[in-house]
């Protein structure tokens, strides 16, 4: 795949969602993020403020996580972490769908979840980025996730929260690209720590990758140039 380094940036959402991190970690992940011009900073709701103040002036994006990593929680909390992300500078949001409901058959749960974060998103022109966690759902399950997503006016599914039994495959990109085809962005998200693998996800479909990796991926990218 020929690609530059800024090109492959600005697929990029650089993220860091460790328990752990420290302000001086989310400082250094929004300086990388400035200056190799990637896509957004993702992070845990309890940064939110801090990345979107020190991304002020840049084109990169803040971007926050809700009802992570389970997706188990009510739909009025989901909103309710929203609602507080986006007044705190957020201008993307990664969702959890829930799962139990969606393995269970109940699909109206699972689109009015979705449809109630969708809304409070654009209310604030801000993007929605649903995560499927496709390690955890049959085929036929994923097809479900992304039409339920699609129906309930997301912007964006996403593979993978990184936090359970896998992260993203070029097979599951694919086939939710088959699903969405170019209506809804697809993010792969969760074990891309190569240029390599960076690369086949976008030429299965990945529209941005969360990426914990940028400037080691970057670099590779550059050396091989």
Known sequence: MNISPSELAAYMDHTL?????????IDAVIDEARSLGCASVCVN??????????LSGSTTKTCAVIGFPLGAGTTAAKVAET????????QEIDMVIN????????TELVRTDIAAVASACHEHNALLKVIIECCLLTDEEKRLACQ????????????????????????????????VGDRLGIKAAGGI???????????AGATRLGVSAAPAILSELTLTQ
């Open 17 to 25: 969602l460790k328990p752990e991190a420290t302000a001086a970690q």
């Open 45 to 54: 709701g309890t940064w939110v403020n801090r990345v979107a103040t020190g």
């Open 83 to 90: 609602h507080d992300a986006l007044e705190h500078g957020a």
């Open 99 to 106: 799962l139990g409901a969606l393995k269970a058959g109940d």
């Open 148 to 179: 339920l997503s699609e129906e309930a006016q997301a912007d964006f599914v996403k593979t993978s929260t990184g936090f359970s039994t896998g992260g993203a495959t070029v097979a599951d990109v694919a086939l939710m690209k088959e699903c």
């Open 193 to 203: 720590r190569t240029c390599a693998s960076a690369c086949a996800m976008i030429e």
